[in-house]
């Protein structure tokens, strides 16, 4: 069966649910329902807040096991072997600007394997090692093309690489396919089972984030990347999975949300846009088994989506929008952003606040801890907004592009 007769069924069976899901959604801000939200400065035995060591060691862990119990589910850490095999490398790709390496990740756990295929262009001609940009890639793989005969917005592999980083990506079939009844044929079949048999075991975001982590396992062992300039990025479902990896791996320097919504970086007690009951019963294979007690029952969770932010802290967020995507919630995701952040500002003392109302398109925010814009524009990821990420990577690094 082709790609496209893959996704004219795929579309046939999701398309009903999520035009019944956005008929009914609110995207009328004055019926937002009055809300409270936990507060981030408040641990579970009443305990306040207030200095790094507290929520280093005390609130932020306490915050990441509430998600994994209650939205993502544990991420596995176990493993036997991982081993890196450059399968096909390429030292004049983009006409000499980058070397193309096509890397099979393959891990290993009781003797069963899982093999990633990571995309890199890594810019030649540089003198140190390059910060790097990895994609979490839900779309279709002709987006990822390592040919570059198909060249997408989606991901503007040629101008990552003129900015100076390395470009890299990977496709989330390689560890769990975003379908309901597939979704359980790779690393969760494979390699951790046993989650599929926990209320908050491990789904299909949770695979993603696993599979950066795995990219990011060899962005360690390569010289050719500077694995502490390190950003991960997602679109959409691709943006929760990154939100995800960047609160449960510190590794990253940079954590980027791209439209993210509802379970990514937007209040789920604001219930506008897409909602927590839409997004589990059309997608039930995406979140933890538990998360489905907070069907139309948002405000019960122990949580919400700016303590994921919060959680990144005190590495950098950026939290981006388009103004026609409500059912992304742009105001949600804008405030979630606002409130997670005060981490940054109040614990850890960086400097820089984000305005009281979100900035009109054209206009992005960028402070040394973290970032935002809007675009004009209906959902999806575009080459403007790569190089608003790079622009704030650049300010971030204190680094020139190209250099």
């Not at 675009?375 to 704030?392: A, C, I, Q, S, V």
């Amino acid at each position: 069966m082709t790609h496209k007769s893959l996704l004219y069924f795929f579309l046939l069976s999701v398309l009903p649910c999520l035009v019944f899901g956005q008929k009914d959604a609110n995207k009328d801000e004055s019926k937002v329902p009055e809300y409270s939200i936990p507060d981030i400065f408040v641990n579970l035995k009443g305990q306040e807040i207030n200095s790094i060591q507290d929520w280093v060691h005390k609130r932020r862990p306490e915050i990441v096991n509430l998600f994994e119990d209650n939205v993502y589910g544990n991420i596995p850490k176990a493993l036997d072997a991982i081993n890196f095999t450059t399968v096909n490398e390429d030292k004049m790709a983009m006409n000499g600007m980058a070397t193309l390496k096509e890397v099979d990740i393959e891990v290993t756990n009781r003797s069963k394997k899982n093999t990633i295929r990571l995309i890199l262009f890594i810019p030649n001609g540089k003198n140190q090692p390059a910060p790097v940009f990895l994609l979490i890639n839900h779309r279709d793989p002709e987006n990822i093309d390592p040919t570059r005969k198909n060249k997408m917005g989606f991901w503007p592999a040629e101008e990552i690489i003129q900015r100076g980083y390395a470009a890299a990506t990977f496709h989330v079939k390689d560890v769990s396919d975003d379908d309901k009844v597939t979704f359980t044929e790779d690393i969760l079949n494979t390699l951790y089972p046993e989650e599929l048999e926990k209320e908050n075991g491990m789904r299909g975001l949770g695979a993603w984030a696993w599979g950066a982590m795995r990219a990011m396992d060899y962005f360690e062992t390569a010289p050719e990347i500077d694995s502490k300039k390190a950003a991960v990025i997602g679109h959409s479902r691709g943006g929760k999975a990154s939100l995800w990896t960047g609160a449960s791996d510190p590794r990253w320097a940079i954590t980027i949300s791209n439209e993210s919504g509802c379970g990514g970086a937007a209040l789920s007690r604001r219930k506008f846009g897409e909602t927590v009951k839409v997004i589990n019963t059309v997608f039930p294979y995406w979140f933890t088994d538990n998360f489905n007690k907070y069907n139309d029952n948002e405000a019960l969770l122990p949580i919400d989506q700016h303590m994921l932010i919060a959680s990144i802290a005190p590495r950098a967020v950026y939290v981006a929008s388009a103004s026609e995507d409500l059912w992304a919630d742009p105001k949600g995701e804008y405030t979630s952003l606002q409130l997670g952040t005060r981490v940054h500002r109040e614990i850890y003392n960086m400097e820089g606040n984000f305005p009281k109302e979100i900035n009109a398109p054209g206009n992005p925010v960028h402070l040394p801890y973290a970032g935002h814009h809007i675009r004009e524009g209906k959902h999806n990821l575009t080459p403007y907004d790569w190089n608003l990420f790079m622009d704030f990577a650049d300010k971030h690094y204190g680094y020139k592009s190209g250099q």
